[in-house]
């Protein structure tokens, strides 16, 4: 542990991965192919319990949400070179926050996201802030009633800061790291009286929303 320590990170989550992990981290090496892979994942639909699974039990299950994927993400970034980063998507209580990865391109922002819908999904690297890449998500987030739910949104959550076992090969859930990416500083997307006056998605907008790529198998 000693001299893991003393490691740049990028080595330091290297070592900690499989042969079998380092092959598929390896073929990662673009935004592209990292969304590419993702989307062939089905969704992890949590059947019988809430999960917070680390890039390990990802690879293993072959299935993700999107913390999940947002942590694959990250971990392929970190392999190559970037450092690891989520960002937290905040919304009103009666919808669901959504995470996705930062990486950046010729000092632009791009993000990737897993998701079920046709929204809320991967973005190109052409944001000059993370404001801005955030912002993006904001009329896309909305709620069978139209209602749009975006609240707020984190700082860069820059996942280095833990040793990489702690969230890349941990067999353990991860809540801890949810609350700590729930407990980082986030910032709000609009004032209240601007919150206040915002006007419903319509009616089109909201049946497009409820597309899916993959079927619940509560449906089934």
């Known amino acids: 542990m000693n001299i893991l320590r003393h490691m740049a990170y990028r080595d330091r989550l290297k070592a900690?991965?499989?042969?079998?992990?380092?092959?598929i981290l390896a073929k990662l090496n673009s935004p592209k192919?990292?969304?590419?892979?993702?989307?062939?994942?089905?969704?992890?639909?949590?059947?019988?319990?809430?999960?917070?699974?680390?890039?390990?039990?990802?690879?293993?299950?072959?299935?993700?949400?999107?913390?999940?994927?947002?942590l694959l993400a990250a971990a392929?970034?970190?392999?190559?070179?970037?450092?690891?980063?989520?960002?937290d998507l905040v919304t009103?209580?009666?919808?669901?926050?959504?995470?996705?990865?930062?990486?950046?391109?010729?000092?632009?922002?791009?993000a990737i996201?897993?998701?079920?819908h046709p929204i809320?999904?991967?973005r190109d690297p052409v944001y000059k802030s993370v404001r801005e890449l955030a912002m993006s998500y904001f009329h896309e987030?909305?709620?069978?009633?139209?209602?749009?739910?975006l609240r707020r949104f984190s700082k860069p959550f820059d996942l280095s800061r833990y040793a990489?076992?702690?969230?890349?090969?941990?067999?353990?859930?991860?809540?801890?790291?949810?609350?700590?990416?729930?407990?980082?500083?986030?910032?709000?997307?609009?004032?209240?009286?601007?919150?206040r006056k915002l006007r419903k998605a319509s009616n089109l907008e909201v049946r497009a929303i409820n597309n899916t790529e993959w079927p619940s198998p509560a449906r089934g």
């Open 76 to 87: 392929a970034f970190c392999y190559h070179g970037q450092k690891p980063l989520l960002l």
């Open 120 to 122: 809320l999904r991967y």
């Open 33 to 70: 192919k990292i969304q590419d892979y993702l989307d062939t994942l089905p969704i992890n639909f949590e059947i019988g319990k809430e999960t917070y699974m680390s890039p390990r039990r990802l690879i293993q299950h072959k299935t993700a949400h999107c913390f999940e994927g947002a």
């Open 92 to 110: 009103i209580d009666r919808d669901e926050d959504h995470v996705v990865a930062l990486f950046t391109e010729n000092g632009l922002w791009g």
């Open 141 to 149: 987030y909305i709620m069978d009633d139209g209602t749009k739910s």
């Open 164 to 195: 990489p076992e702690k969230w890349v090969t941990e067999e353990k859930e991860l809540d801890w790291l949810v609350e700590a990416l729930d407990g980082s500083r986030h910032f709000d997307v609009a004032p209240q009286k601007a919150i």
């Open 113 to 116: 996201s897993k998701t079920n």
């Open 16 to 23: 900690v991965l499989s042969p079998a992990e380092r092959k």
